[in-house]
Nanobody
């Protein structure tokens, strides 16, 4: 089993920044792609960004240019730097990783006030 633990969520004003981190632990052999998803109240969970083992990144159009995903394979961590935050970014953010099976973190709340 792989465990994912997010940190860094909180309350921030519009235009501000937050940095989310996710640490993987447990039976780690070879983590494949890692990603961040988010889910706002009453809405479907959506992909925010993902990063491949080779470092290729993909972003949702709504966050492109504002968010940056990165990973440290030696530390088994993935980070989401969020800048120029908007109220519509308010959601629970979930870390996601693939290693034969799919794993999810418990989620961390991000609230952006106007």
């Amino acid at each position: 089993q792989v465990q994912l633990v997010e940190s860094g969520g909180g309350l921030v004003q519009a235009g501000g920044s937050l940095r989310l981190s996710c640490a993987a632990s447990g039976s780690i052999f070879s983590l494949q792609r890692m990603a961040w998803y988010r889910q706002a109240p009453g809405k479907q969970r959506e992909l925010v960004a993902f990063i491949t083992t080779g470092g290729t990144t993909t972003y949702a159009d709504s966050v492109k240019g504002r968010f940056t995903i990165s990973r440290d394979n030696a530390k088994n961590t993935v980070t989401l730097q969020m800048n120029s935050l908007k109220p519509e970014d308010t959601a629970v953010y979930y870390c996601h990783a693939v290693q034969r099976n799919v794993y999810w973190g418990q989620g961390t709340q991000v609230t952006v006030s106007s």
